[in-house]
């Protein structure tokens, strides 16, 4: 989602994840330096099938500015970085929108896991382009962002009491799986009392 206004100057489109096609260049532009982008943290563990890739783009010096950011994304630091080019942005062209500083594009993402594989840990890396169609270094083994898709909610077996059986043992057991991102806490609550947090997967309560 757009989360800066835009600057006074040259439009821009306004949207974040747009793409449009491209023709060829009027005339030449240049610049004397790569263009570089960075990626805005995302947290180590996510339930959104679409995960939101903030990213900002910085163009070149000589004023020919970014024209797109590309996204690369890999599930294992041993597997091969791939351009994310879903079916709505078949080339993996991004436009972002021109940022509070003079060159910076700034813009998101919509990386839909739907055409990536589902579930799993993401390792992020963006690529800029500017209107001299000089690039930012392909990416090497240093991501730029990773977060891992967990879609699962854990498991939980209560030992104690026994389904549909009456007790007149005050005692509640019970033990938790999570496949993905492990778990974080159990919430019990016996004979309707305060419900108490356990940072355990295996555990009682009187």
């Keep these: 989602a757009g989360r800066r206004e835009a600057s006074h100057g040259p439009a821009y489109l306004p949207t974040a994840g747009v793409f449009v096609p491209l023709a060829p260049p009027i005339g030449v532009v240049s610049g004397t330096r790569i263009p570089e982008s960075s990626v805005e943290a995302l947290p180590e563990y996510t339930n959104q099938r679409v995960i939101m890739v903030n990213y900002t783009a910085n163009g070149t010096a000589g004023s020919s500015g970014v024209f797109w950011t590309e996204l690369y994304y890999r599930t294992s ?50 690529v800029g382009v500017d209107r ?3 690039r930012e270094g392909m990416p090497g083994d240093q991501a730029k962002a990773r977060t891992t898709l967990d879609t699962r909610p854990p498991n939980v077996f209560v030992g104690k009491p026994s389904p549909n059986a009456w007790t007149k043992d005050g005692l509640m057991t019970w033990s938790s799986t999570d496949a993905v991102s492990g778990l974080a806490s159990v919430n019990a609550t016996l004979d309707a009392g305060a419900a108490v947090d356990f ?3 295996v555990g009682a309560k009187e």
């Design 77 to 126: 630091s041993d597997m091969p970085w791939v351009l994310y080019a879903p079916p709505w942005n078949p080339e993996g062209r991004w436009f972002g929108q021109l940022g509070f500083t003079s060159g910076l594009i700034q813009g998101t993402i919509p990386f839909d896991t739907y055409y990536t594989g589902g579930e799993a840990t993401y390792e992020f890396f963006t």
């Design 199 to 201: 940072a355990v997967d």
């Design 132 to 134: 001299g169609f000089w």
